[in-house]
């Protein structure tokens, strides 16, 4: 639970440290969220105070690392909210399908459950031979994990549910092998996935795609960072390409959304006007 | 930085004098009728923002917030969308598959990190949230469920000088969560729906 030491100025001298050693800037984090992946964090490693954390996150590089893997949320599903992947099948892909080449970013791909999930979508409408697509993170283990293509067996249940109600017709089964406590997504799949790292916040515009998925990710910002971000995603989209954010996101905080048009308002996908 | 001033102004601004207060409501199986006992109850003129949180499937859409909407005859029944503001006279539903936080400045978050007690919404993640935001201008309130989510956010509530009310276990179909409540919260009050929506119409 949020004890006193969660004064802001305890919040603000953390992220000022993290962000001058390291590069990596929180400051504009919703501030609800990020305190409580600080008090998760002090409750994983155990540290009693704010002291203690600044004074290992000042002297020891592989501690933070270590936050850094924590610090962010990292969950995720595949073919989370399926009536969103049902749109994209039926009302984004036949547009994709008239470009010799499609290319595509995951931002903020966490562990690669929704990347996986696109390659599933993208096989099943014959598109997957002529895509790439960009699955990038600000967090270096999550790029690591993904591609391994791991998934725990565990869910793959609710995710075979996920995919059925997302209109999928094939046995979901087929697209991986399972070994112990793990799936693993069938190489086929992957291999037109290309992983690297990328900060939403610091880091600019790499290359022009046709569509732009970013789900629950910019929840964990605060309204002006929000704005940054969406104008780096217009940035990078090519003229008419797609925008897919979270069910519960928009691009209210934006002062180009007008620059948007909505394509489908209920699963939050938008299209780049020109 | 923006972030700071951001902040540092809401709390000069010091708008506390005359706050509304938020009513918090979690529940879980069986919930849903008392919830709407109570909130049929409250007349138009209740402006006070209502936070409701329910345990719900996470992956099947449902209609609760249109239910909850066509049950009161009324249109003011949202499932907030990441940092809307918290005005007066709505009622909130929690969004299925999210954690539902409140910020500084009196919009929400949402969140979708890692389950809390097997929940996501978490009735204890958003009570704690609203009282950091809002202090002694909380009523808590946890109905019916076969869990024990609500008892330690009722707690938080308490603990900043909110109040705290407690579903009349014989009330419920399953009194787990009210039981768990109660046990963890010797000074919440004990009330059926209708005892809550009275104290909601007289006591705020």
Known sequence: MIDNNFTAENIKTLQQLVLQQYGYDFTQYSKASFERRIARFLNITGLESFYDLKYHLINNKEFFTFFLENITVNVTEMFRDPVFYKNIREKVLPQLATYPVIKIWHAGCATGEEVFSMCILLHEENLLKRSIIYATDINPKNIEHARQGIVPLNVMRDY????HSSGGKNDFSSYYTASYDNVLIKKELRKHIVFSQHNLVTDHAFNEFQLILCRNVLIYFDKALQNRVIRLFYDSLAPYGFLALGIKESLLFSDIRNNF?????????FRRKN | MKWQQKFLGEKTNGNMSKQLSVIAIGGSAGSFTPLLKI??????????????????????????????????NRTKVRE???KDEIKPGYIYLAPRNYHLLVEEDKTFSLDYSELVDYSRPSINVTMQSI??????????????????????????IIQNGGTGIVQQPSTCEYAAMTHAAIEMNKEAMVLSPEGIADFLKNHL
């Open chain 2, 131 to 156: 009282s950091a935001v809002y202090g002694k201008h909380v009523t808590g309130i946890v109905l019916c469920g076969a869990n024990s989510d609500g008892a330690s956010g009722l707690q938080s």
């Open chain 1, 160 to 163: 075979t549910q996920n995919y």
């Open chain 1, 261 to 269: 048009e909505v394509n489908e308002m209920a699963t939050k996908i």
């Open chain 2, 80 to 82: 907030p969308e990441d």
């Open chain 2, 39 to 72: 909130l049929k109850l409250l007349p138009e003129s209740f402006l006070h923002p209502v936070i409701i949180i329910l345990h719900r499937l996470k992956n099947v859409d449902s209609d609760i917030d249109r239910l909850i909407s066509s049950a009161l």
